[in-house]
């Protein structure tokens, strides 16, 4: 089973960036599709970014659309978020999670991912 450990979360002002990564252990990042989602307080878990197992099909939220891109470092056994142009409306607990899917539909839905990490706070000041 793969356990996923979050890190890179912070304080930041708006406009500026963060980049977070997932490390995965007890399997190897290359048998999974994985993705980012966000939650804030009050709010439902969203998506955020997913990228298949190939690596050849990625997804964005309208929201971070053009912000924000996710990558994966097989090598590194590794998930990474990178994040520009941070707004006020990003601030939430960012969490990756992963799946043992082969194709890319409904990588963005929250319930297709069994294995989550504990998640990395975000916090943008405006």
């Known amino acids: 089973q793969v356990q996923l450990v979050e890190s890179g979360g912070g304080l930041v002002q708006a406009g500026g960036s963060l980049r977070l990564s997932c490390a995965a252990s007890?399997?190897?990042?290359?048998?999974?599709?994985m993705g980012w989602f966000r939650q804030a307080p009050g709010k439902e878990r969203e998506a955020v970014a997913a990228?298949?197992?190939?690596?050849?099909?990625?997804y964005y939220a309208d929201s971070v659309r053009g912000r924000f891109t996710i990558s994966r470092d097989n090598a590194k056994n590794t998930l990474y978020l990178q994040m520009n142009s941070l707004k006020f409306e990003d601030t939430a607990d960012y969490l990756c999670?992963?799946?043992?899917?082969?194709?890319?539909?409904?990588?963005?839905?929250?319930?297709?991912?069994?294995?989550w990490g504990q998640g990395t706070q975000v916090t943008v000041s405006s």
């Open positions: 990228i298949s197992r190939s690596g050849r099909s990625t």
């Open positions: 007890g399997g190897s990042t290359s048998n999974y599709r």
């Open positions: 999670a992963a799946d043992s899917g082969t194709s890319a539909w409904g990588m963005e839905s929250p319930q297709a991912y069994p294995y």
